[in-house]
């Protein structure tokens, strides 16, 4: 069984990367391998040990670019020199009048409200009578086949309010980090806006957001706690709660996308594991016959790695290639058809296999910098701003045994208008929480 030859060697990778990492499962190199063996765990336990297979071709196509990865990676994270007294730093907070986090509050209700009211006349026009238990369905196929959209305006202060809920969340998970007490009035306004930013967000019709978000507060929760209690590299003990913390934390996810494949009519009669391998495990089943279909297509450099980028530019007037939306279906067995393939199946299309070896070495080389500026200059890495950016780059790396969204999302007007947002409002209601630690120590 090649995937379980696969599954033993991302394990391997995973202890590699948790000895030079001190145990932190939250890395880029960590992430890596923890994405791509959960997609293969779930293909194997879908398929069974006599079911569908990948080959071993496949299998060294994997190993080798998660290679390339970890070995830039460590030159990367190398490059960064840690600063004295880098160690002795606080967490920033954010502190916001009441009266102010209101007004913001409503602000956001009412932009929800706005895009809520919009989504349903969009998805009225592929079914005049569609209400609100079923329109994210038709709003859905209306932005996919007849090009709808919130109109300019409402889309920029939908992400804006986006952004807006990401900054609250960074408010929760400090206070809970540092056990600051906030008064009752506020906590209220703080989980509103929460729930409003996943309602608002919903109305997109997408579920990645969720991924985002959970990665958000992941990388915010993870290395907060580690500046506030001074510790620089974790035990064994500590490893294996946090894995357990994740799975539960992968379980709810899926629980939560299950539930919005139900409104959004996406995932229909699927069970919960079939639902669970067409969006994970299926991947690595589409890789294996995608790979060795692989012929040059004359395509625009790097138009589906680069999709949110060429889009963006498109909207500032500049006209790029930029018409690879959706990926083709392919048909995985058991009457199942999936249009993932990981990130590996993007990078050989867009620039063929020796640019796959290129762009594992970059990506790994820029996140080995940005990881390695986190762990040695928190001081500077720890701002709002820094872990916000940085959680954008590692929901990418968390998505690539599944799909490419390192460069394909991370340059997308969505992303670059909520960025500004959370940037100026951490800008004008961030400061220090705590004093400096005394000491630099080990987890429990």
């Not at 934390?249 to 669970?276: E, P, R, W």
């Amino acid at each position: 069984m090649n995937v379980l030859f696969l599954i033993i060697l991302m394990a391997l990778l995973l202890l590699v990367a948790l000895i030079i990492d001190g145990g932190d499962l939250v890395s880029p190199m960590s992430l890596t391998a923890i994405s791509f063996l959960f997609s293969s765990l779930v293909a194997l336990m879908h398929n069974g040990f006599g079911g569908i297979d990948i080959s071993f071709d496949t299998v060294f196509f994997v190993f080798s670019s998660i290679v390339f990865f970890y070995i830039f990676c460590c030159i990367g994270k190398a490059s960064i020199r840690s600063r004295i007294g880098s160690t002795d730093t606080r967490v920033w907070t954010i502190s916001i009048h009441t009266y102010v986090l209101a007004i913001l509050v409503i602000a956001q209700a009412i932009i929800a409200v706005l895009t809520i009211r919009a989504t349903l006349q969009i998805a009225q026009t592929v079914n005049a009578n569609s209400d609100y238990s079923d329109m994210l369905f038709y709003s859905r196929n209306a932005y996919l086949f007849n090009n709808a959209s919130l109109g300019p305006i409402l889309s920029v202060l939908t992400l804006a309010a986006q952004g807006f809920g990401y900054f609250i969340t960074y408010q929760v998970v400090s206070d809970f980090i540092t056990h600051r007490k906030e008064s009752r009035m506020v906590i209220t306004l703080d989980f509103a806006s929460i729930a409003i930013f996943f309602i608002s967000s919903s109305m997109g019709t997408g579920r990645t957001f969720l991924i985002k978000w959970v990665v958000f507060v992941a990388i915010v929760a993870f290395y907060l706690y580690m500046v506030n209690n001074a510790i620089i590299s974790f035990r064994f003990s500590s490893v294996l709660k946090i894995l357990f913390l994740f799975f539960c934390a992968i379980a709810a996810y899926f629980l939560l996308f299950q539930l919005l494949g139900y409104l959004t009519m996406k995932t229909g009669v699927m069970s919960g594991t079939d639902m669970l391998y067409s969006y994970s495990g299926a991947s690595l089943i589409a890789l294996d016959k995608a790979v060795p279909a692989y012929a040059y297509d004359g395509r625009f450099f790097g138009e589906e790695s680069f999709f949110g980028l060429y889009h963006t530019l498109n909207t500032l007037g500049i006209s790029v290639p930029n018409n690879i939306f959706h990926l083709p279906m392919m048909d995985i067995g058991n009457g199942m058809q999936t249009n993932i393939y990981t990130s590996l199946r993007t990078y050989l299309y867009d620039f063929g296999p020796v640019g796959v070896a290129i762009t594992q070495a970059c990506i790994g080389y820029g996140t080995g910098l940005l990881y390695g500026a986190l762990r040695k200059r928190p001081r500077t890495s720890m701002h709002p701003i820094y872990l916000f950016f940085y959680s954008l780059v590692i929901y990418g790396l968390a998505m690539q045994g599944i799909e490419e969204m390192l460069l394909r999302d991370l340059l997308t007007v969505s992303n670059i208008i909520s960025f500004i947002v959370f940037a100026v409002l951490v800008l004008m209601f961030s400061n220090h929480a705590n004093e400096p630690g005394a000491t630099v120590g080990c987890a429990k």
